[in-house]
């Protein structure tokens, strides 16, 4: 019965890693950067509880391959390495950077009454920026596209005020939560790990969205405590 407690232990800390990644997303549809790694961190070390549950587990079943190859497979695999390490960055290092250019994004209407007022009020037709930019760059407070893309480099978030004022929000697609490199002492030296770009064998460049690359890392850790389930009750 030990067995199986440590392997439900497992899936419930990936449920919770779960539910933390669902709220990733919502604070990155809203740009909001220190939250969204708060809970990256939380859903971290939900993974790598797992990895440990699920070790255990193994070995009170007596496979002990099966717990050495899981172990191998975390130090090997670049996504898993970094999902691993990532808990254990540097002082100063940051896991996660706003990335204005891969933002995406899209006005939600709050009140329509208030954007009616605003767009009669000062949107000219005779703009040569299309509707949606001139909305940014009134809630931007920008005159120009070169002073809009500036804005919002320097700040994802608009005008709070200006966006109150037109009855919209802005939200991003979650690749603008992008994945950093960076340093952690490992092995007695500093070590730089890179974002990942290989996982299981299969090349991409997804992992540089931090929802994806959880959820892979949660997806294949659910896939092990699957396996080790159906090897303790098979004959």
């Known amino acids: 019965m030990q067995q199986q407690a440590h392997i439900d232990k497992a899936e419930r800390l990936l449920g919770w890693a779960r539910t933390w990644l669902d709220e990733l997303r919502g604070h990155g ?9 708060r809970v990256l961190f ?10 440990d549950a699920l070790a255990s587990a193994a070995n009170l079943m007596g496979q002990r391959a099966w717990c050495e190859q899981l172990h191998q497979t975390q130090s090997r695999d670049p996504l898993l390495r970094y999902l ?58 920008a005159a120009t596209r070169q002073e809009l ?52 064998g299969v090349r991409t460049t997804n992992f540089r969205a931090a929802d994806r690359a959880l959820d892979a890392g949660i997806v294949f850790y659910r896939g092990m405590a699957d396996e080790l389930t159906r090897t303790r009750t098979t004959p």
């Open 29 to 37: 549809r809203h740009a909001r950067v220190k939250d969204a790694e």
């Open 42 to 51: 939380a859903a971290l070390g939900a993974i790598a509880s797992s990895h």
């Open 84 to 141: 691993w390490l990532a808990r254990h960055i540097e002082a100063g290092d940051t896991l996660v950077k706003w990335a204005p250019e891969r933002a995406n994004p899209a006005t939600e209407v709050v009140d329509a009454a208030k954007l009616r007022h605003i767009t009669s009020r000062f949107f000219s037709p005779l703009s040569p920026h299309g509707a949606s930019e001139r909305l940014l760059m009134y809630a931007h407070g």
């Open 149 to 200: 893309m500036h804005k919002q480099s320097a700040s994802a978030l608009p005008d709070a005020a200006r966006m109150e004022a037109a009855g919209v929000e802005l939200v991003y697609g979650p690749e603008a939560l992008a994945l950093q490199d960076f340093d952690v002492f490992w092995g007695g030296r500093i070590e730089r790990v890179r974002v990942p770009e290989v996982h299981l």
